[in-house]
């Protein structure tokens, strides 16, 4: 992916658009476990307990999910997609946990904006080990990102989201 970050970054796109696909994401994080995609609606009780609890403002009740099953069938990991908007345009993040809702790896599929203000990998990498219990917010454990300021209080935000969604309602409906 940085690759491609750089090749348009080098050439001067203006957009970067799709970079790499949830597929290949998860086969990459769990090269022997299967994938099933799902869609779902989030509920207004659990919309509402998500927001309260999680300080964070819920804008659709539309998600994807990529369901991680082992050998026998048992769910043992969560990739939810979360598209949002960061200036003007949409960008999508893959945040993949296990079933305790821990965070193990956070992805950028898709980025409309100028691919100047995508955050580095290593930020990134700050998510993992987040928890219901230790929930990210920029300035407290996760720092800010120069240049891409609104960018990372997006994904951090969304990251606190993906944690509620999986707490109140992958685990319970989704298993």
């Given at each position: 992916?940085?690759?491609?970050?750089?090749?348009?970054l080098?050439?001067?796109?203006?957009?970067?658009?799709?970079l790499?696909?949830?597929?290949?994401?998860?086969?990459?994080?769990?090269?022997?476990?299967?994938?099933?995609?799902?869609?779902?609606?989030?509920?207004k009780?659990?919309?509402?307990?998500?927001?309260?609890?999680?300080?964070?403002?819920?804008?659709?009740?539309?998600?994807?999910?990529?369901?991680?099953?082992?050998?026998?069938?048992?769910?043992v990991?969560?990739?939810?997609?979360?598209?949002h908007?960061?200036?003007?345009?949409?960008?999508?993040?893959?945040?993949?946990?296990n079933?305790?809702?821990q965070?193990l790896?956070?992805?950028?599929?898709?980025?409309?904006e100028?691919?100047?203000?995508?955050?580095?990998?290593?930020?990134?990498?700050?998510f993992?080990?987040?928890?219901?219990?230790?929930?990210?917010?920029?300035?407290?454990n996760?720092?800010?990102?120069?240049g891409?300021?609104?960018?990372?209080?997006?994904?951090?935000?969304?990251?606190?989201?993906?944690?509620?969604?999986?707490?109140?309602?992958?685990?319970?409906?989704l298993?």
């Amino acid at each position: 992916m940085k690759v491609l970050i750089v090749f348009l970054l080098f050439w001067g796109v203006s957009s970067a658009g799709l970079l790499v696909k949830p597929e290949t994401v998860i086969k990459e994080l769990f090269p022997d476990l299967e994938a099933q995609k799902k869609s779902f609606l989030l509920g207004k009780k659990e919309r509402e307990i998500v927001q309260k609890k999680f300080r964070t403002k819920i804008t659709t009740s539309l998600y994807t999910v990529y369901l991680i099953k082992n050998k026998e069938g048992k769910t043992v990991a969560y990739s939810l997609l979360h598209s949002h908007r960061v200036r003007t345009k949409k960008e999508t993040v893959l945040i993949t946990m296990n079933r305790d809702c821990q965070v193990l790896d956070v992805e950028i599929i898709a980025f409309y904006e100028p691919p100047e203000y995508i955050p580095p990998e290593r930020w990134l990498k700050l998510f993992g080990n987040l928890s219901p219990e230790k929930l990210p917010y920029i300035k407290r454990n996760i720092p800010n990102v120069t240049g891409a300021t609104l960018s990372s209080r997006v994904i951090t935000d969304s990251v606190r989201q993906g944690i509620g969604i999986c707490k109140y309602y992958l685990r319970e409906k989704l298993k």
